[in-house]
């Protein structure tokens, strides 16, 4: 605040030159917000399984980018016509927008705003341009949120106010794995008490909808995972079975089926790949079964299901952030998280600061980490 108003900021950002190509933490210059736009400094940032989907380049983004989306800051500016956060204010980055004016968000099930940019990615803001440049050269926004740097720029549809109270070296995985994973259990899939459920994937969204479908009072959690780290902290929040599909004879569809007998009621993608969404798809009872996405498909993959088995009855879902409306609903989460009526704790395992990002990255691709979250 104060001096840096109106101007350039010059600040460290952890830059991807290219696809695969290892994160480099570099000055970067972070421009003033324009019209409708927000300048946050950043408190702390989630690293999410999205987060390395754009660095492996499945998601045919535009290169060099400030990659991250899961943030907690403090807004540092605010552009022309910003209304509904001021400097000072704690804040949550939002990958999927809320504009209030899209047919998305005036529809009253919507929360895929047209304002988004996941699917496609643009990499710019709303007017086409971008607020980062590094050694001369542009460098492009990830969802329009870019938090792993010290200071970013995102449009005000993309940013919300949240509790004073709130420990912000925790909760920017309220910015996103924890609505999308927990969400798509209480919210999308409405899980009911005494169902079956399974879980692929138990990492970060994964065990927010563990935790989702324990609090919703399924009977039964069974948790799919090919790295057995995981699944003494899924037993934990609430998984009763775990399954490696790697160490199974036959198919994971096949055991799930034979130790439900039926099938089960609700099952959950949270990997982000085809093979398992097709697995979640031939675990569900055929009659009464829903089949939740949460991951995130390489931009070009194709979902192959055999069609006839739609017929009997069973739900093909997809969700992304919990179909929560972010900005009305996201600040809420973080209010009930302050009551104690969810615990996040459990989904922080790491926190690390900034400049230890290769250390960060290199623990989440060992496997160790539900959430590492670095601190600025
Ligand atoms: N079968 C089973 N489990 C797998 C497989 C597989 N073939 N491949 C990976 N996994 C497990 C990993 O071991 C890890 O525990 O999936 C988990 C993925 O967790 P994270 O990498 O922590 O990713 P997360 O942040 O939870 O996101 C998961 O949800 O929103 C989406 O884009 C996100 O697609 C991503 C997914
Ligand atoms: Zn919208």
């Known amino acids: 605040m104060g001096d840096s108003l ?3 900021i010059t600040c460290r ?12 933490i570099e000055e970067v210059q972070v421009e003033p917000p324009k019209l409708g736009e927000v300048r946050v400094k950043m408190v702390s940032s989630g690293i999410c399984g999205s987060d390395d989907h754009v660095l492996k380049g499945k998601l045919l983004m535009k290169f060099p980018l400030i990659p991250g989306h899961e943030g907690a800051g403090i807004v540092e500016s605010v552009g022309d016509g910003v209304s509904t956060v001021k400097p000072g204010d704690k804040v949550l980055t939002l990958i999927v927008p809320q504009c ?22 643009s990499g710019v803001m709303l007017d086409g341009t971008c607020r980062f440049s590094c050694r ?19 449009p005000e ?25 927990y969400g798509a259990a209480v919210n999308s899939a409405k899980v009911t008490p005494g169902s079956t459920c399974v879980v692929f994937g138990l990492g970060g969204v994964g065990s927010a909808i563990v935790m989702g479908c324990k609090a919703s009072g399924a009977s039964r959690i069974i948790g799919v ?9 899924a037993k934990a929040l609430g998984v009763t079975d775990c399954l490696n599909p790697n160490k199974l004879k036959k198919p994971v569809q096949e055991v799930v089926m034979e130790m439900t007998g039926v099938g089960v009621d609700f099952a959950f993608e949270a990997i982000g790949l085809v093979d398992t969404m ?42 992304c952030l919990g179909d929560y409306k972010t900005r009305d609903c996201i600040p809420k989460i973080v209010t009930d998280y302050l009551q104690d009526k969810i615990n996040i704790d459990p989904l922080v395992t790491h926190q690390l600061p900034f400049n230890q990002l290769h250390k960060a990255l290199k623990l989440y691709h060992a496997g160790k980490t539900i959430r590492c979250v670095l601190l600025f």
Not at 100 to 121: A, R
């Open 6 to 8: 109106g101007k350039t």
């Open 13 to 24: 950002a952890a830059v991807a030159w290219a696809e695969n190509a290892p994160l480099s």
């Open 100 to 121: 209030k004016k899209c047919d998305s968000c005036l529809h009253p099930k919507g929360n895929f705003c047209d304002k988004q940019d996941i699917l496609p990615c």
């Open 136 to 154: 001369g050269q542009k460098v492009y926004h990830s969802f329009r949120t870019s938090t792993f740097t010290e200071y970013t720029v995102v």
């Open 157 to 181: 549809i993309a940013v919300v106010k949240i509790d004073d109270a709130a420990p912000m070296d925790k909760v920017c995985i309220i910015s996103c794995g924890v609505p999308t994973g």
């Open 225 to 233: 995972d090919i790295n057995e780290k995981k699944f003494p902290q």
């Open 278 to 319: 097709i697995a979640a798809w031939n675990s569900c009872n055929n009659s009464y079964g829903v089949c939740l996405i949460v991951g995130l498909a390489p931009a070009d993959a194709q979902l192959p299901l055999e069609a006839v088995k739609i017929l009997s009855g069973k739900t093909l879902k997809g969700v």
